[in-house]
């Protein structure tokens, strides 16, 4: 099983394939080691995500995945236990609206 908290449903439905990333541990230590990866705090503003990250608008620490995301993914914070899916927000970027929080 997959660590990663991309929950792909259905991958790549009719879309371009996704860009893949490698992620490192960037020191974040509220989740169990081989989940650090996946996670990174938040820099504030000036932080920039990439296009594999989003902020958990919950616990305001950015998810990563192993994938890019696109509307519609779905994802699971666990720092904050909650469940996440991907949206366009106003400005054209990525966002992460609550589905539920635990
Ligand atoms: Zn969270």
Redesign the pocket.
Known sequence: MSADPLQLEGENLGGAPRRRFELEDTGFDEVPKKYRKFYRKWGGEGDRLGPNEIL??????V?RSTRELRPGDRLY??????R?VVVEGPDGNLEAKVLYAG
């Open positions: 958990c608008p919950v616990c305001k620490v998810i914070c666990m720092p904050c236990m909650s996440l």
